[in-house]
C-alpha cells in the first residue's frame, strides 16, 4: 500500500491527478469527478499541482494508460516509464486482454488516442522542464515534481505495483484516499471498527505490493510468498475479531433502535458536504461536529427537534455519500445507514449552489436503493440557498417545484422546514378520546411524551384526555393498559 504516513510531515506534499474516462463518461463529468477528488486529496492533506486525462476503451491493461501518456506522465514524475517496471505496456496485459487487443488489431480498430488532453494536460518538454500551464491550473509550484499520482479510479494490486515501479513515486488511487479519509475522521468506536474493517479489506491483496517486511521475506521466492501469506492470513483474523467486536456494538444500536421504533424520526441523507449536520445542529440546538471538508461526519447522531414538540420528532445525521463509494464502505457502514431504512421520513439534503448537485443527488439514491431504504417517505431539501442568484432560485423552484428551498443561515427557512415536519407527521394521526380510570397504573406520563394532548378533562370516573397519535400508538395503549 501507499506510503500516506508522509502527508503528516512539516511540508505538505504534492500530487498529480489522473482521469481515465471510458466511453460511457462525458468530458463534462470526467471534469466534476476530478475536482471532487481534488478536494478528497486535499482533504488528505497534499497540495495538487496538475491534473491529466486519457480517455480509454477499459481500464483493465497493466498501467491503465496507453504508453505514450504513460512516458509523458513519467518524464513528469520523473521515472522510468514502462521499462522500469520489466515490461512493455502490450505484454504486461493479462491473457484475455492481450486475446481483445490482438482481435481489435485484426479488425484494425484504431486504438484510443494517447496524446495530452486540454490546457490541464501539458507535461515537461523533452528535457524535462515542467510546463507552467500544468500547475498554474492548480495554483502550485512550477518547479515542484508530485510526490504522489492519484487515479481517478480503483486501481488493481497489480496495477499500482506497476505504475509505482514505473513513475518512481507513491501511486494512490480514488478507493485508498477515500477509505484513509475515513480512518482520520472516524471518533466512536463503532465507526473506527466499521473504517477498520474496510481498510483492511482493501490492503490485504496489496500487500504484494508494498513489499511487505523484507526483513522477514528471505532471499528465495517461495519464503517471500510464505511470508506474504501469514500477513494475509494475520489480516483476516483481525477482520474477524473487529467483525465480532462490532456485531456486540450493533446489537446495542438495533436495542436503541428497537426503543425509538415508537417515536417519529427523520434522517438526514445527502452527499458529504451537502450541509447535514450544519442543519442538524440549527434544527435540535446540538453542538453537532460542523465542518467545510468531506466526510467531516461518519457517526450517526440523533437528537430531538428543538424547541421539541409532542409526539418528539427525532432528526438522525448520516454518514455523507459520494460517487464511486467502495463497496466495502457501503457494506461496512450498514448499520449506520440502517437509520435511513428504519426512519419514519428521509430527508434528501443537497448543496443547491453546486453545479452538479443532480448528479449527487442520484448517487444518494443510488447508495440508499443499495441498503434497500425505497419504500420510506421522503423529502428534498435544496440547501444553500444563500449561495444563488434570484434567477437561479427560480430555476431550481421550476425544476423542482415539491423541494424546499432552504439555507440553514435563515431562521425563518428552519421554521418553515420545522413546520413541515409537523404536518407531515401529524397527517398520519388520527384524534382519538382516551378515558383513564382512578387508581392503578396511570399511563398519563407516557402519553404525554408520546402523543400531543389536544384537552383534558376530569370527572368523578377519570380523567378523559383528547390525544392526537397514531392508529398504532393507540391501539399498543389501550392494550397495554386494558383502556376504553
Known amino acids: 500500500m501507499t506510503r500516506l504516513h508522509e502527508v503528516h510531515s512539516n511540508a505538505r506534499p504534492t500530487a498529480y491527478l489522473v482521469g481515465v474516462p471510458t466511453a460511457h463518461i462525458t468530458d463534462a463529468e470526467n471534469e466534476a469527478s476530478l475536482d471532487e477528488l481534488k478536494r478528497l486529496v ?4 497534499y497540495d495538487v499541482i496538475g491534473r491529466t486525462s486519457q480517455r480509454r476503451s477499459g481500464t483493465g491493461s497493466a498501467f491503465v494508460l496507453g504508453e505514450g501518456k504513460l512516458t509523458q506522465l513519467a518524464r513528469l514524475t520523473g521515472g522510468g516509464g514502462a521499462a522500469a517496471a520489466g515490461a512493455s505496456i502490450p505484454n504486461a496485459l493479462n491473457p484475455k486482454l492481450k486475446k481483445a487487443q490482438l482481435r481489435k488489431q485484426a479488425e484494425n480498430v484504431e486504438d484510443v488516442d494517447d496524446s495530452v488532453d486540454g490546457e490541464n494536460s501539458e507535461f515537461p518538454d523533452v528535457n524535462g522542464n515542467i510546463n ?26 497489480s496495477q499500482m505495483r506497476n505504475l509505482e515501479r514505473a513513475l518512481g513515486v507513491d501511486v494512490l488511487d480514488r478507493t485508498g484516499v477515500i477509505i484513509e479519509i475515513f480512518s482520520r475522521h472516524a471518533r466512536t468506536r463503532a465507526a473506527r471498527l466499521q473504517v477498520e474493517i474496510a481498510k483492511l479489506t482493501y ?7 508494498t513489499g511487505g517486511d523484507s526483513g522477514r521475506q528471505g532471499s528465495s521466492r517461495g519464503a517471500s510468498e510464505s511470508a506474504v501469506e501469514l500477513d494475509r492470513r494475520k489480516i483476516r483474523d483481525r477482520i474477524k475479531e473487529l467483525k465480532q467486536e462490532f456485531e456486540s456494538i450493533d446489537n ?14 427523520v434522517a438526514l441523507v445527502g452527499y458529504t458536504n451537502a450541509g447535514k449536520s450544519s442543519m442538524m445542529r440549527a434544527m435540535t440546538g446540538s453542538e453537532v461536529y460542523v465542518a467545510d471538508k468531506l466526510f467531516a461526519t461518519l457517526d450517526t447522531t440523533v437528537r430531538p427537534l428543538h424547541p421539541q414538540v409532542r409526539p418528539q420528532i427525532l432528526l438522525s445525521d448520516t454518514v455523507g455519500f459520494i460517487k464511486k463509494l467502495p463497496h466495502d464502505l457501503v457494506a461496512s457502514f450498514k448499520s449506520t445507514l440502517d437509520e435511513a431504512l428504519n426512519a419514519s421520513l428521509l430527508l434528501f439534503v443537497v448543496d443547491s449552489s453546486d453545479p452538479s448537485f443532480r448528479s449527487q443527488l442520484e448517487t444518494t439514491r443510488e447508495v440508499l436503493r443499495e441498503v434497500g431504504a425505497t419504500d420510506v417517505p421522503s423529502m428534498l431539501v435544496l440547501n444553500k440557498s444563500d449561495k444563488l442568484t434570484n434567477e437561479e432560485k427560480l430555476e431550481r423552484q421550476r425544476e423542482f417545484p415539491d423541494a424546499i428551498l432552504m439555507s440553514t443561515k435563515d431562521p425563518k427557512d428552519l421554521q418553515m422546514l420545522r413546520e413541515k415536519f409537523i404536518t407531515f407527521f401529524e397527517g398520519e394521526m388520527v384524534d382519538e378520546e382516551i378515558f383513564i380510570p382512578y387508581g392503578g397504573q396511570s399511563p398519563i406520563g407516557e402519553i404525554r411524551s408520546h402523543m400531543k394532548v389536544l384537552s383534558e378533562s376530569y370527572d368523578n370516573g377519570g380523567v378523559r384526555l383528547m390525544v392526537r397519535a397514531t392508529r398504532a400508538a393507540l391501539d399498543r395503549l389501550r392494550a397495554r393498559y386494558q383502556l376504553l
Do not use: C, K, W, Y
Not at 486535499?42 to 492533506?45: D, E, F, I, R, V
Not at 507552467?132 to 502550485?140: C, I, K, L, R
Not at 490492503?203 to 505490493?209: F, K, V
Not at 446495542?252 to 424520526?265: G, I, P, Q, V, Y
Open 42 to 45: 486535499q482533504t488528505l492533506g
Open 132 to 157: 507552467v500551464n500544468v500547475n498554474t491550473a492548480e495554483g502550485g509550484n512550477v518547479n515542484v515534481r508530485p510526490d504522489a499520482v492519484i487515479f481517478d479510479l480503483e486501481l488493481t494490486p
Open 203 to 209: 490492503m490485504a491483496p496489496r500487500i504484494r505490493e
Open 252 to 265: 446495542e444500536h438495533d436495542t436503541r433502535r428497537a426503543r425509538r421504533s415508537d417515536l417519529r424520526t
